[in-house]
């Protein structure tokens, strides 16, 4: 179904948006966000290890003569640092990867370049939104006295390791590495990592915690920085388990209905609310749990156990059986949203996502079934004539449509589903990790022909 459903979203998106951004499925028009600046193509180079898993070869062919004729990074306009990464670099190094055609790595490698002016600050820690012709950043207007994001800064790591690894460059994996020193020497508040930190002075801005938006990345890629690593980057693994300890301590807690969720830490204070990105993190630590210190395997699978459940909950109390952008634990409520700017839904992945780890790493059958009913809804709510849609009110009896049909849908959001309903040996967790945005990267082992290579 999902590779059915693929070819619907890729089909339209071909028709009507071909070489945008992304499709609006109503209007049956192309979409451009801001993000990306004027870079076209987001959903074909979001898309094309989707087409190519899914064994679309004709899709993928006429993906990939796109790339070469058509993708533009010599384009005078500000891109966001983090977007461009996790979906253009990180879906051409997957598309290197996974087909082995040069193109895509030399279009990696050429955009990777580009980002590098990104990181011409104090510390070293980028801004968030370059000038890919000037080489000029600066950091998003609304954010903490002109800090840069936790999430966007900590979600460049898998990919500039790769960057080096098929260059040879070793620039790209010296900047992520600076990044993690100057974490590392910071004092932490409660063992926490604020969402903001200046890039000119190296100290944190307000003292706002999250594990969804604006810090979740962050810690998914610490966890997979060492799996990618082949278990060596010790500093990374580290890094993760002290802050899921303070994650549990501070952030973890339980509603009288028994939810397990986890809540927005505000300068000590507690905001009962947890967002759909917040989601993935039922994924991550049951992703962990392996090299967890031995007594706390159980434990952290159980906790992707109960996040997996709590965030089905959020999607089984509405109407459309889709689930809310953020829900709360207060007044009486439970993962339910009480703000209307909080009722929407844009084709996200994250919950799909976590059942996804649950189901291979417990193969308990009630994965397959709660991400089934995430089809239903999906195909019943927001499939439209021109492609999927987000939908604005998921609590409503009728739907109203956001109109747009966002990459992330083809690169994440299908690929999880695509991957549950499939058997554990396409792309197995012992070769692959997954970048933030769905895109697989090999892990890069240790020395090849090293005496353990030798022992097997």
């Known amino acids: 179904v999902s590779l059915q459903m693929m070819k619907y979203a890729w089909d339209n998106y071909k ?27 987001a959903t074909i180079v979001d898309a094309l290890d989707t087409l190519y898993i899914m064994e679309m070869k004709e899709e993928f062919e006429e993906a990939k003569e796109w790339v070469e004729k058509n993708l533009d990074f010599n384009v005078n ?44 600050t104090p510390t070293g820690i980028p801004w968030a939104l370059l000038n890919i012709k000037s080489g000029i950043g600066r ?81 998914e890629y610490l966890l997979k920085a060492w799996l990618m690593s082949d278990k060596t980057d010790e500093e990374g693994k580290k890094m993760y388990y002290d802050a899921v300890q303070a994650i549990e301590t501070h952030l973890i807690r339980k509603s009288s209905g028994g939810l397990t969720y986890i809540a927005e830490w505000k300068g000590g204070l507690l905001e009962h609310k947890m967002g759909h990105l917040t989601c993935f993190a039922g ?21 992707g156990a109960e996040i997996a459940r709590t965030c089905h909950e959020s999607y089984d109390r509405t109407s459309m059986k889709l689930g809310p952008e953020a829900f709360r634990f207060d007044g009486g409520v439970e993962a339910i949203a ?42 019943k709510h927001c499939r439209v004539d021109g492609g999927y849609s987000g939908i604005r009110d998921v609590y409503s009896n009728h739907e109203s449509h956001d109109d747009v049909q966002q990459s992330f849908f083809l690169s994440e959001t299908l690929k999880y589903l695509y991957l549950l309903f499939s058997e554990d040996d396409l792309l197995p967790f012992e070769h692959w990790v997954f970048n933030t945005e769905a895109h697989p990267f090999p892990i890069l082992r240790k020395e090849d022909g090293s005496k353990e290579e030798k022992e097997k």
């Not at 979906?87 to 190094?93: K, N, Q, S």
Request: charge should be negative.
């Open 77 to 120: 306009a500000e891109i966001s640092v983090f977007e461009v990464n996790i979906r253009f670099v990180g879906g051409l190094l997957s598309a290197y990867y996974l087909s082995g055609e040069e193109i895509f790595r030399k279009k990696a490698v050429e955009l990777g370049e580009k980002l590098l002016p990104a990181f011409n």
């Open 338 to 379: 009480t703000r209307q700017n909080e009722k929407y839904y844009i084709l996200r992945p994250e919950v799909i996502e976590t059942y996804m780890y649950m189901w291979r790493l417990t193969h308990d059958p009630k994965y397959r079934q709660w991400a089934w009913e995430a089809v239903e809804a999906l195909e």
């Open 283 to 303: 994924g991550m630590f049951a992703l962990g749990a392996d090299g967890a210190p031995s007594d706390k395997t159980g434990h952290h699978i159980e906790l």
């Open 139 to 219: 950091n998003w207007p609304w954010a903490s006295g002109g800090s840069s994001i936790l999430a966007e800064f900590g979600t460049l790591h898998l990919e500039f390791v790769h960057l080096s690894h098929l260059s040879g460059n070793p620039v790209f994996a010296e900047k992520v590495m600076n990044i993690r020193k100057v974490l590392s020497r910071l004092d932490k508040p409660e063992g926490l990592y604020p969402n903001y930190l200046n890039p000119s002075s190296g100290q944190w801005g307000q003292h706002h915690v999250s594990i969804g938006g604006l810090g979740d990345s962050f810690y």
């Open 15 to 41: 028709r009507y948006a071909w070489g945008l951004n992304e499709l609006k499925p109503i209007s049956k028009q192309g979409h451009s966000s801001n993000l990306f600046g004027n870079i076209q193509g």
